[in-house]
């Protein structure tokens, strides 16, 4: 079980830090993803982080200005935001891989097997 939490509105140009906090002791296994959708539009890769050495990948329209961490220990990941722009408007998932330990890199959203019910991100202009 993956429960979102952070969203809410923000002015454009601001920050805000997403997280999401897995279940199970078995967390650190699993590459963990963001995605996004806003309304009328495909889900979208954000970012994703492997489960070992921290290794970090980047959709083309956030790169530079969000960031994905986790923290074991409170089976948490993080997605830090910033320079939040109204396109970045939308409901914001995070993902953990299908099986632990292996997964392509970088992923897409097809090697991702469990889902948040997601937050609502909005920027306003």
């Known amino acids: 079980q993956l429960v979102e939490s952070g969203g809410g509105l923000v002015q454009a140009g601001g920050s805000r830090r997403l997280s999401c906090v897995g279940s199970g002791n078995t967390f650190h296994t699993y590459t963990m993803g963001w995605f996004r959708q806003a309304p009328g539009k495909e889900r979208e890769f954000v970012g994703a982080m492997r489960w070992n050495f921290g290794m970090t990948h980047y959709g083309d329209s956030v790169q530079g200005r969000f960031a994905v961490s986790r923290d074991n220990a409170k089976n948490t990941v993080y997605l830090r935001m910033s320079n939040l722009q109204p396109e970045d408007t939308a409901i914001y998932y995070c993902?953990?891989?299908?099986?632990?330990?292996?997964?392509?890199?970088?992923?897409?959203?097809?090697?991702?097997?469990?889902w948040g019910q997601g937050t609502q991100v909005t920027v306003s202009s």
């Open positions: 993902a953990a891989a299908r099986t632990p330990y292996g997964t392509k890199w970088p992923p897409d959203s097809g090697d991702f097997g469990s």
